[in-house]
């Protein structure tokens, strides 16, 4: 993530509505990729105090407060880049749901800034567009008796990613880690992981270099899952696989390889942004970007520690692995290659 500036000079973040100095609104322009101070001037538009730019807040944080995305004047749709993508969004008639939705939003918005960065196509589907991203927030009968799922599990369907809300309590979601002896587990990675299985179709259309690396995708999934959760992770899954559920099946370990591909690019940007490390330049090789997030992620590890935290980052990123990485990283080059 950048830093930002409010226009009093004062640091704000990426997740902040207000500054804490000048009282000025705040919001996260996507087009621009930075955030923006607005003084309000009239009618029912906000405007950008340093260059005159017109802005609507998000329809979400209007009414639900649960964004801090902008939308330009000259856009008809009432709902940020973010939020125009969801399609069930929580039932939030049940007051914990709006807590969690706060939390489920603020997760995605980081996904998305990280989906464009890299230049990614993120559209909801249209009539003409059916194979858009989108999203449903649902509950099961563990948090709403009242509805008729008994179990809803996170995933994606054909460009729909699922998250359950439960996973944006705490307590649930660590509960939920330990039930299935994983080392991490956050609404973010959750998020990271889904895209990666909605980003597969587009930017894997050939499949020989992939089957090379993660094996056949075409293995008969639900078996490989269900072996998965009956005998527990492959044998020495540590030397070939980032995570013992991506040797579940070539399709998980992809996805899982693309949710670890967002998480270094976004650490290493943080880092470099604070001045924790040398600047990133803008084509900064894989292997740099590797060599350097070997590093940087056993400090973030140690600095959790002298804090007597978890580890931040509890992986291993092996030989293999970092061949799995340099492979989500040419697809996503070259990707941007293709003229749209
Ligand atoms: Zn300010
Ligand atoms: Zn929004
Ligand atoms: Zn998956």
């Given at each position: 993530m950048k830093r930002f500036q409010?226009?009093?000079?004062?640091?704000?973040?990426?997740?902040?509505?207000?500054?804490?100095?000048?009282?000025?609104?705040?919001?996260?322009?996507?087009?621009?990729g930075t955030m923006v101070a607005l003084a309000q001037r009239g009618g029912d538009g906000w405007w950008c105090e340093e260059n005159g730019v017109a802005y609507r807040l998000c329809?979400?944080?209007?009414?639900?407060?649960?964004?801090?995305?902008?939308?330009?004047?000259?856009?008809?749709?009432?709902?940020?880049?973010?939020?125009?993508?969801?399609?069930?969004?929580?039932?939030?008639?049940?007051?914990?749901?709006?807590?969690?939705?706060?939390?489920?939003?603020?997760?995605?918005?980081?996904?998305?800034?990280?989906?464009?960065?890299?230049?990614?196509?993120?559209?909801?589907?249209?009539?003409?567009?059916?194979?858009g991203l989108s999203f449903d927030f649902l509950e099961d009968q563990r948090s709403n008796p009242a509805v008729p799922q008994e179990f809803v599990t996170t995933g994606h369907f054909k460009g729909v990613i699922t998250l359950n809300v439960l996973e944006a309590d705490d307590v649930q979601r660590v509960w939920q880690r330990e039930l299935s002896s994983e080392r991490y587990r956050t609404v973010l990675?959750?998020?990271?992981?889904?895209?990666?299985?909605?980003?597969?179709?587009?930017?894997?259309?050939?499949?020989?270099?992939?089957?090379?690396?993660?094996?056949?995708?075409?293995?008969?999934?639900?078996?490989?899952?269900?072996?998965?959760?009956?005998?527990?992770?492959?044998?020495?899954?540590?030397?070939?696989?980032?995570?013992?559920?991506?040797?579940?099946?070539p399709i998980e370990d992809w996805a899982?390889?693309?949710?670890?591909?967002?998480?270094?690019?976004?650490?290493?940007?943080?880092?470099?942004?604070?001045?924790?490390?040398?600047?990133?330049?803008?084509?900064?090789?894989?292997?740099?970007l590797l060599q350097r997030w070997d590093t940087l992620a056993v400090s973030v590890n140690e600095l959790n520690r002298s804090l007597g935290l978890q580890d931040a980052y509890p992986f291993v990123v092996t030989p293999a692995v970092a061949d799995k990485l340099r492979f989500v990283d040419a697809a996503i080059g070259r990707y941007e290659a293709v003229p749209t």
């Open positions: 409010c226009h009093c000079g004062q640091e704000v973040f990426f997740e902040n509505r207000r500054c804490q100095r000048c009282g000025r609104h705040l919001g996260y322009d996507p087009q621009r329809g979400n944080r209007l009414n639900y407060g649960v964004c801090n995305g902008l939308v330009e004047v000259g856009d008809s749709n009432p709902l940020c880049v973010a939020c125009r993508l969801n399609r069930t969004i929580p039932n939030i008639s049940i007051p914990q749901n709006l807590e969690r939705w706060g939390r489920i939003e603020q997760a995605k918005r980081r996904l998305i800034y990280g989906l464009l960065e890299l230049g990614l196509p993120l559209e909801a589907p249209v009539a003409g567009y059916p194979r990675g959750h998020f990271r992981h889904e895209s990666g299985h909605y980003y597969f179709e587009l930017l894997v259309p050939d499949r020989q270099g992939f089957m090379a690396l993660f094996g056949d995708p075409g293995q008969p999934y639900g078996q490989a899952l269900q072996r998965y959760y009956n005998q527990g992770a492959l044998a020495g899954w540590e030397n070939d696989y980032i995570s013992a559920y991506a040797s579940a099946h899982e390889c693309f949710a670890h591909y967002l998480h270094m690019l976004d650490t290493l940007e943080t880092a470099a942004a604070r001045g924790i490390i040398v600047p990133l330049s803008d084509v900064e090789p894989i292997d740099r």
